[in-house]
T-cell receptor
């Protein structure tokens, strides 16, 4: 099946620093990628929709200047958490849509971010 | 209104028994897809099964089957012959095919399989 790789799986950073999470589609071109945030025991919260070559579309309440999303190629999208704070600690997971007519999306393995 | 509703925060099932996880959805788009994902404690989202709104038959994938009742807007997941490895969070999701690419997720059901 289709594979989406997310890196890093775990990251610990200091308050005030920035951290970048990568999401790669390994065996298909993804015109659209999604970034989600998930708190413990809760559902996935869509943060933004990333389209290759254009600006990401952010959901209401998500700070675009804090959560920078870049979708520079058809196989790579990155999420950068800028000036991280402890409240940004969470599980971040990406997904990729192989095509508009695709029956499903494929998820990365997720990234656990801890800000200390 | 919620697009996807999962009313069972937690469920228990005896090993080797069958279990049904409930999911109802709300949409006015005639073309949509319904999905179930499994999320173990490791966090990865594992695709289980898909049902299209125009599919005449209920989807089946191994021990997973989807009880699709279109008029009632329900898409319950049935897991037969439960195994200990089935213990995980299960999410129902929907994609409206005419209104964009966004997937809507339910709040999830935590399934525990008891030996």
């Amino acid at each position: 099946g289709a594979v989406v790789s997310q890196h890093p799986s775990w990251v610990i950073c200091k308050s005030g620093t920035s951290v970048k999470i990568e999401c790669r589609s390994l065996d298909f071109q993804a015109t659209t990628m999604f970034w989600y945030r998930q708190f413990p025991k809760q559902s996935l919260m869509l943060m933004a929709t990333s389209n290759e070559g254009s600006k990401a579309t952010y959901e209401q309440g998500v700070e675009k200047d804090k959560f920078l999303i870049n979708h520079a190629s058809l196989t790579l999208s990155t999420l950068t958490v800028t000036s991280a704070h402890p409240e940004d600690s969470s599980f971040y997971i990406c997904s990729a849509l192989p095509g508009v007519s695709s029956n499903t999306i494929y998820f990365g393995e997720g990234s656990w971010l801890t800000v200390v | 209104a919620q697009k996807i509703t999962q009313t069972q925060p937690g469920m228990f099932v005896q090993e080797k028994e069958a279990v049904t996880l409930d999911c109802t959805y709300d949409t006015s788009d005639p073309s949509y897809g319904l999905f179930w994902y499994k999320q173990p404690s490791s966090g990865e989202m594992i695709f289980l099964i898909y049902q299209g709104s125009y599919d005449q038959q209920n989807a089946t994938e191994g021990r997973y089957s989807l009880n699709f009742q279109k008029a009632r807007k329900s898409a319950n997941l049935v897991i037969s012959a439960s195994q200990l490895g089935d213990s995980a969070m299960y999410f129902c999701a929907m994609r409206e095919l005419n209104t964009g690419n966004q997937f809507y997720f339910g709040t999830g059901t935590s399934l525990t399989v008891i030996p």
